[in-house]
Each structure stands twice: as C-alpha cells, then as structure tokens.
C-alpha cells in the first residue's frame, strides 16, 4: 500500500517573534530606531574614551550627557544639513549653561534662581518657532546637571571638553546614519490646499460638479494645528508668516464660493463677467500651487489684476437696471479675486522674493517681508509677554517647578537630585489633567526598572566590566523598542540606563535603583503640583478667552475699517489689534490640539469663530487696501455711509455677543458646515438697494465701494449666524 506523501508542516513561530514583528512595522519604528542607534554611537563613544582612554570620569559623564538629551529629549526638525547647523548653534549655548551651572552651584538658593531664569528664557523661547522649541529641553538639562554640588569650578574644563565631545559626536552620527524619511514639507500641503481651490473655482465658473468639499479636505490637512510641532510655519521669520498668510487668503477665496453657491441661483447669479473673473482666478491660483510645489516663486499675478480691472469697468456700465443680488454676487466674485492676488504675493515672500522698499501703498499688508529678522523676533517675544498667553504661562510653570525642585533638592541632600529636575521637566504637561496621566506610567516603569536593576546589582554585585558591556546594549535595545510600547517601558528602561552608568562611576550599590524612585516621585509630585497650581486648564482653559479676544478686537477693527471707507479719521492700521488678537489665539488653538479633551463637553466648533475672524480680518485688509492712507475713491455719501456704518455697527454687536457668549461659556456646539440663506437678504439690504436706486446719478466709484463693503460685512455676519 502507498501512502500519499503529506507536505512537511512548517514549525510554528513563537508568538514572541511575531509580536516583535508587529511592533517594529509601527511607522514610528524606522525614527525610533535610528535615534536609538545615534544614542547609543554619539553617547557611548564619547563616555567610553573619555573615562576608560583618558582616564577622567567626570569628562566622560558630560560626554555622554552632551550627547543624550539632544538625542532622546529634543526633536531637531529640518534635512541633514540644516540639523546639523542647529546642532552645532546649540554648542556655545551648551557650554556658556554648563559654566553658570557649575559657578552657581555654590549655593543652593544661587542654584535655584539660575534655574528659574534658565527655566523660563529657554521656555519661552519656544515663541520662535519649532527649531527653538525642540532643543528647549537638552538647553534646560545642560543647566541641571552641573548646578548640584560638589561646587568644583576647577572642573570646568573637563566638563566643557567632555560636553563638547558629546555634542560633536551627535552631528557626526546624524550626518553618517541614513537619513530619517522626511516629512511632507507645508508649503507641499498648502499648494494642494491652493490647487484644490483653483479646481472649485473652475467648477463654480463652468457649472460643473461642486468640488468644494475636496477644497475643504485639503485646507484642513494644511492648518498649522493638525501638524505634528516640530513642522508648524510658526516662527516670526518673514517665509513663515507668508506661508500663514497665503493659507489665510486661500481659504478667503473658499469661503466666498460658499456664498456663490448659498445665494438664490447658485453662482451665476453673478453674471457672466464674475463667471469670467472666476476662471481668471483658477488661473492665477494653479500657478501659485506650481510654485510652492516646486519651491520656486510663481510670475506675478499681473493678469489677474488686469482682469479685476476689466470687471471693475464692465461693473459701472451695468449698474444702471442691477439687482441688489447681483450687485453682492458680482462683488463676492471680486473678494475671491482679491484674495487670489493676495495669494500670490504672500506666496512670492514665503519662497524668497522680497518686494522692493518703495512699494506702492496697496503693498502694506506684506511690509513684513522688508522688515529685518531681529526686529520680527522681537515683536513677537513683546506680543507674548502677556498672561493670556500660553507661552508665557508655560515658561512660567516651567521655571517656577523646577527652582522649586532644586531648591527642595538641596534641602532634602539628595544625592542624585538631578534625577529629580529630571523627572519635573519631562512629566510636567501643559495641563494638569496631562500631567496626572503622565505620572502613573511613570512611576511604574521607574518601579519596574529599579526592581531589574536591583536584582542585577545583587546577581553580579560590583564588576565594572559587566555594566560597561551592558550599557550600550541596554541603549539600543531597550531605546529601540521601549518606545513603541509605551511610556512605562520608556521609564523602566531609563532608569536601568541611569543605573548602568553611575555604577561604573562609582562602587556599585543596591539602593541606587531605590534612590531613583525616589527622585521621580519627588520631581513628578512637584510637576503635578506646578501644573494644578498654575494654569491646570492649560490651552483649553484659555481658549474660550483667546478666541473671544480675537473677535473683541475683530469688531473694533471692523468699525474702524468702515470710518476709513467712510472718510472718517481713524488709526494709521486699524486693524493691527485684531492681527495680534489672532496670533494669540492661534497659538493658544495649536497648544489646545496636543492636549487631552475634557470627556462629556459640549463645546462650540472652534474652527468656525477662527474662520469668522480669518474672514473679517482679510475681507478688512482689502478694503483698506481701496483707500491706503485715505487715498483712493472718494469717500461715501452720507447717506451710503450711514448705511454702510448702521451694518458695521450690527456686525460688531453680532461678534460682540459671540465673544460674550464664549466668554460666559454659553456658546452652543457646532450646526452642520451649511452655509444656509444669508443673514441679510440682500433685497433688503440698504446699502445695495440704495446703491441700486443711486447707480445711473452717482459716481460710480464710491457705489462699487459701498457694494463690496457690504459684501463684506454681510459675509461676516453670516458666518457669525453659523456659529449661533
């Protein structure tokens, strides 16, 4: 009898290769790995040839933390080269914190008062921009570690060699590592935002299918906010506002599609003029996303401006017989344009060309770009300076827990008490219901990581050669996977680390690991008691003030904007408040995105108050860009400008009760993104029905003014009526 042969069973996996399977194809796993290896190089080489070549421990140690908090506490955003520049900017700032921490050393309450200005400049320095932000910590620590006793300023100099090495070391290994792959640079989003509204813009003019809700997909990718930190465009610098605002007057042109397809008609309600200027616009806008694409500025917008010209023409022949609809539609379609051209030249700044210093008066809103970098920078550290903002409420905690912990420090004489500085700067969060959640996993990988710790100083008891072998494998291993499972691991593997190293500094000692629990729980009780005491609601508590400020100031600008179309004096730049409101609030909204929401709250749909004030704020911008400095038409009639200003009027009140309403807290959530009729039918409105009987015996000038003035007005309040 034969027997059919079976197919040989392959023998099973352990379910322990399969889950390491699993979790090194996180998408983190690639950068993960990568930093544990330059760890591991960077860090070990340099406490490796320091304490065993040259025979100086104390170099050796400094070596190895030059090296380990840029690595593991910092994130250096930018390709290859940039990095490295910023790695070896951070040398001379490294060295001259190591000097006043060992000189102020001398006494504990020296000590705490250097930490608390350290604490707080280095914080605060977050206001320019990710790259800063993201070695804010590894400044801090350079602080920390010199500023405990023993008071040594004789030591001085193998503590600068050896942090030097360290820092060296780590631009080396970066630029020698495979480079990390990088991530989608924002001006690639921004010109699939561009282009996206280039193709609703077509659409609208074609009658074809409504691509809008694609244009919305693509400007939500593009907000500041939905990027990870260290990519945000939130530095002073002159690129960086250009690219907010070439986003800011993209989603200008957007949403002034919205009102085309809301009115009775649709879009052509406009006429086949504004159809015309619509298409010119798609075709102004494909170039500008050609541009930020290819990272190379796109050819004026000359064109556009032309056509807008044209419109403007063929507006004054057809006022006589014009209905009130088609005077708002025809106008809408004249914003959209607008915010084309100003599309192109923020898009110019933010890729390098820079507008000559006699630019035309029109030109005001970029005279950023003509300004010197210094003079950004400290106009935005000024506008921080405030206790609603929520970076100067962060320096503040930060500095305040951490003079506080090493004062207590050196008080209670513990003998590691960096360990608790470190455990308050990496615990403390930006709230305090952050914070808590970040002490549990904390405390129990400390836990953990002592209990291993101390069972392998009584396995192997005091044998230098073992720890010195285990220390680099224990940073690549345990760095490489400990953060893909969680940040108790992190903390358990953390803590071995530390024990690894001091014990080759010193005899080995079984309450070395116990001595590390103490210190976390000592700094993280100190964090959490710094973030309840100061600020605990963190961004989500000041945001309801920051968002309701920013339409406080809104509407003030708004009635400002309208007594310079009305020929009434007023600022120089009426709307230079609502600007810094805004920052403020935007600053405030990209901290509210990282931190954990309150569970069962209603609350209201902040994107719409950001774009109702996005919407007053740039439809304000170009109309002052009609009379610059009261140049331009002539002023309105008196009875237009009364109109226009009894409108003003009740569009500052309607933001006046919204931000009343957020401040209060009774603002309600959010209705469904539909634009709905507008909140002043525009047969009723005054402005255009006066401008409609007045349009054949009228200079036609100030008519067009008042028309697009009430365009703009009624487009605010209807955004308003979406928020209610």
């Known amino acids: 009898?034969?027997?059919?042969?079976?197919?040989?069973?392959?023998?099973?996996?352990?379910?322990?290769?399969?889950?390491?399977?699993?979790?090194?194809?996180?998408?983190?796993?690639?950068?993960?790995?990568?930093?544990?290896?330059?760890?591991?190089?960077?860090?070990?080489?340099?406490?490796?040839?320091?304490?065993?070549?040259?025979?100086?421990?104390?170099?050796?140690?400094?070596?190895?933390?030059?090296?380990?908090?840029?690595?593991?506490?910092?994130?250096?955003?930018?390709?290859?080269?940039?990095?490295?520049?910023?790695?070896?900017?951070?040398?001379?700032?490294?060295?001259?914190?190591?000097?006043?921490?060992?000189?102020?050393?001398?006494?504990?309450?020296?000590?705490?008062?250097?930490?608390?200005?350290?604490?707080?400049?280095?914080?605060?320095?977050?206001?320019?921009?990710?790259?800063?932000?993201?070695?804010?910590?590894?400044?801090?620590?350079?602080?920390?570690?010199?500023?405990?006793?023993?008071?040594?300023?004789?030591?001085?100099?193998?503590?600068?060699?050896?942090?030097?090495?360290?820092?060296?070391?780590?631009?080396?290994?970066?630029?020698?590592?495979?480079?990390?792959?990088?991530?989608?640079?924002?001006?690639?989003?921004?010109?699939?935002?561009?282009?996206?509204?280039?193709?609703?813009?077509?659409?609208?003019?074609?009658?074809?299918?409504?691509?809008?809700?694609?244009?919305?997909?693509?400007?939500?990718?593009?907000?500041?906010?939905?990027?990870?930190?260290?990519?945000?465009?939130?530095?002073?610098?002159?690129?960086?506002?250009?690219?907010?605002?070439?986003?800011?007057?993209?989603?200008?042109?957007?949403?002034?599609?919205?009102?085309?397809?809301?009115?009775?008609?649709?879009?052509?309600?406009?006429?086949?003029?504004?159809?015309?200027?619509?298409?010119?616009?798609?075709?102004?806008?494909?170039?500008?996303?050609?541009?930020?694409?290819?990272?190379?500025?796109?050819?004026?917008?000359?064109?556009?401006?032309?056509?807008?010209?044209?419109?403007?023409?063929?507006?004054?022949?057809?006022?006589?017989?014009?209905?009130?609809?088609?005077?708002?539609?025809?106008?809408?379609?004249?914003?959209?344009?607008?915010?084309?051209?100003?599309?192109?030249?923020?898009?110019?700044?933010?890729?390098?060309?820079?507008?000559?210093?006699?630019?035309?008066?029109?030109?005001?809103?970029?005279?950023?770009?003509?300004?010197?970098?210094?003079?950004?920078w400290w106009r935005r550290l000024r506008l921080h300076l405030t206790p609603r903002s929520v970076y100067l409420q962060n320096a503040l905690r930060v500095a305040v827990a951490l003079a506080a912990a090493r004062l207590l420090a050196g008080a209670l004489g513990l003998s590691h008490g960096f360990w608790v500085l470190l455990a308050t700067l990496s615990l403390m969060r930006t709230s305090a219901a952050d914070t808590r959640t970040a002490l549990r996993p904390a405390f129990l990988g400390t836990a953990a990581g002592a209990a291993v710790a101390a069972a392998m100083l009584a396995a192997v008891g005091n044998v230098p050669v073992f720890y010195a072998a285990a220390l680099p494998v224990v940073l690549l291993v345990g760095f490489t996977v400990a953060p893909l499972l969680g940040p108790a691991y992190e903390q358990a593997v953390f803590t071995l680390v530390l024990v690894l190293l001091f014990t080759q500094l010193s005899t080995a000692d079984w309450q070395l690991p116990a001595v590390r629990i103490l210190d976390v729980l000592v700094g993280g009780t100190l964090g959490a008691a710094a973030s309840l005491l100061a600020w605990p609601h963190g961004g989500h508590g000041e945001l309801r003030g920051a968002l309701a400020g920013f339409l406080t100031e809104a509407a003030a600008g708004c009635r400002a904007v309208t007594d310079r179309l009305c020929g009434r004096p007023g600022p120089a730049d009426p709307l230079r408040s609502a600007r810094r409101a805004m920052l403020l609030a935007e600053a405030t909204y990209c901290q509210y995105q990282t931190e954990r929401m309150p569970r069962r709250t209603a609350e209201p749909h902040w994107d719409l108050v950001l774009a109702a004030g996005y919407h007053l704020l740039r439809g304000g911008e170009l109309m002052l860009m009609r009379r610059p400095d009261g140049a331009g038409p002539a002023p309105l009639p008196p009875e237009a400008a009364a109109e226009l200003t009894a409108l003003a009027v009740r569009v500052a009140d309607d933001c006046g009760r919204c931000a009343h309403a957020l401040r209060s807290g009774t603002a309600p959530s959010a209705p469904a993104r539909d634009p709905g009729p507008a909140p002043l039918p525009a047969d009723t409105s005054g402005p255009l029905c006066r401008a409609a009987l007045r349009a054949a015996d009228s200079d036609p000038a100030p008519v067009l003014l008042a028309v697009d003035a009430e365009a703009w007005l009624t487009g605010v309040a209807q955004d308003l009526a979406r928020i209610r």
């Open 1 to 376: 009898m034969i027997r059919a042969r079976t197919p040989a069973a392959r023998p099973a996996r352990p379910q322990g290769t399969h889950a390491v399977r699993r979790l090194l194809r996180q998408p983190r796993a690639p950068w993960v790995a990568r930093r544990a290896v330059c760890a591991t190089i960077a860090g070990c080489t340099g406490f490796y040839t320091c304490t065993y070549g040259f025979g100086d421990s104390l170099m050796g140690l400094y070596a190895l933390f030059g090296s380990l908090p840029l690595v593991m506490f910092s994130h250096v955003p930018g390709p290859a080269r940039q990095r490295t520049r910023t790695l070896l900017a951070v040398l001379p700032v490294a060295c001259l914190l190591v000097t006043a921490g060992t000189l102020l050393a001398v006494r504990d309450w020296a000590a705490a008062c250097g930490m608390f200005v350290v604490g707080f400049a280095v914080s605060f320095a977050g206001v320019g921009g990710p790259r800063l932000a993201g070695i804010g910590v590894a400044c801090q620590l350079y602080y920390v570690l010199p500023c405990f006793p023993p008071y040594a300023p004789d030591t001085l100099g193998s503590r600068l060699a050896g942090l030097s090495a360290g820092i060296l070391l780590t631009a080396a290994v970066d630029r020698l590592l495979p480079a990390e792959p990088p991530p989608v640079p924002y001006r690639l989003r921004l010109a699939d935002a561009t282009a996206a509204v280039a193709r609703g813009c077509a659409t609208a003019a074609e009658g074809a299918e409504d691509t809008r809700a694609a244009a919305d997909r693509a400007l939500e990718a593009a907000r500041p906010s939905r990027l990870p930190p260290t990519e945000r465009p939130i530095s002073p610098s002159a690129r960086d506002r250009a690219l907010n605002h070439t986003r800011a007057a993209v989603r200008h042109v957007r949403d002034q599609l919205d009102r085309l397809y809301g009115a009775p008609g649709g879009p052509p309600a406009a006429g086949p003029e504004a159809m015309a200027l619509l298409r010119r616009t798609a075709d102004t806008l494909r170039p500008v996303a050609a541009g930020l694409r290819r990272g190379a500025p796109s050819d004026e917008a000359a064109g556009l401006a032309a056509a807008v010209a044209d419109f403007d023409a063929a507006r004054v022949r057809g006022l006589p017989g014009a209905s009130p609809l088609r005077l708002r539609q025809d106008a809408v379609a004249k914003s959209a344009a607008a915010g084309a051209l100003l599309a192109a030249r923020a898009s110019r700044i933010a890729l390098g060309a820079r507008p000559a210093h006699e630019a035309p008066a029109g030109e005001w809103p970029f005279l950023y770009a003509a300004v010197p970098a210094p003079e950004l």
